[in-house]
């Protein structure tokens, strides 16, 4: 990506930052590789460890993959490093996951994501699908459905996954290729199968919702009214497994309406209470979500925001001196230091060269020294947004004037 289209991906991961870290969440940075069995561990039945994993040796013979995914990263992190819980991170990086490449899914890809340890309070799952909603609607995405599901628990699946699988050996002959081969491994993968035939014949399959046990009822019930407390809109969605096996309870994920429904998974989550145990810790509780900054940044140009995203990023001044070039050299660093982004043209160009440049940079001010400025001491400040604006000032009081027109 060219510094040019950076804006809004710069923009979209300092919002996530801000609200992440306004809730108490602080910043994690993990191992773009790792050993292949921290990841092994998101599931062996899953398309992104069977299938789509970028694992190769290194030189000392370890068997390594670049992640597809952080939350293994961060519970492997957390059973390292043992910190106090409840411990809240989040995150921002790169992901790989070796898939057939289109609209909205690539090879690597992009997250910006939170996880919460230590923690089985639904009230935490609820902060957790909040902060994602907030996310959303501060970077301009407004057209997300928050589809919410119960995948249950170590007392209730089980139960629940022999329903299923005697629906599906019931059903077997109508399932797609794939699944007519095999589902026993994991049969709740059979309901997030994309295949019409697949859909088709579990419409009618049994659903966790219907067999939770109490303890897990009651989790949702109060996930439900805390959302509703909060005025979050969601639907439920009881075919919503999602693509990884941790999973227990609370599953949610944001669909993007702006986008093809094919790839319209904006970002999703859930909570993950027997994963910390499961990769060798001690039995922790935990919840999180990832969110896809690529497909998030589709979505908001779908919606025609992309550019209020990218507006941080826009110069406040641009320095045209055509007088010898000591006022450019210290007129800008005095605006740096004072806080204001600012530019300024090298190589002694012309002063129409000098003012492309300033257009060009989509400064908002341009501060003219010519030689007359200079020999009177002052800086003319030019509104390149406003046509004809301008205005000459002492050059001891630039900085102030531009403070008082940006109103920073
Ligand atoms: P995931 O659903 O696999 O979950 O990925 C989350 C988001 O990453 C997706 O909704 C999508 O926006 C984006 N994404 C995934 N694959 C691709 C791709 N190939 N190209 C573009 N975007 C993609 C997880 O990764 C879990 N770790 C989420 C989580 C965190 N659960 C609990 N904590």
Known sequence: MMPADSGPWEGLVAAFARIAEAAGYGLIITPTFEDLAVFQRVGASTDVVRKEMYDFKDKGGRHLALRPEVTASVVRAFIQHRPPVPWKSWYAGSNFRYERPQAG???????????????????????????????????GASRVELLLNSLGDGNCRPAYRSLLLAYLNDHRSELCEEHQGRFEENPLRVLDCKKPACKEAVAGAPRQLDHLCDDCAAHFARVRAGLDSLGIVYTIDTSLVRGLDYYTRTTFEYAGLALDSAQNGLGGGGRYDGLVGAMGGPETPGVGFALGVDRTLLAVQAEGRLESLGEGRQLDAFVVDFAGGDSARDLTARLRAAGFKADRAFDGRSPKAQFKAADRSGARLALVIGPDEAARGQVAIKDLKQSGDQETVAASDVVEEVRQRLGH
């Open 105 to 139: 899914r690539y090879r690597e890809f992009r997250q910006v994501g939170i996880e919460a340890l230590g923690s089985a309070d639904p009230d935490l799952d609820v902060e957790v699908v909040a902060l994602g909603w907030e996310f959303y609607a501060a970077v």
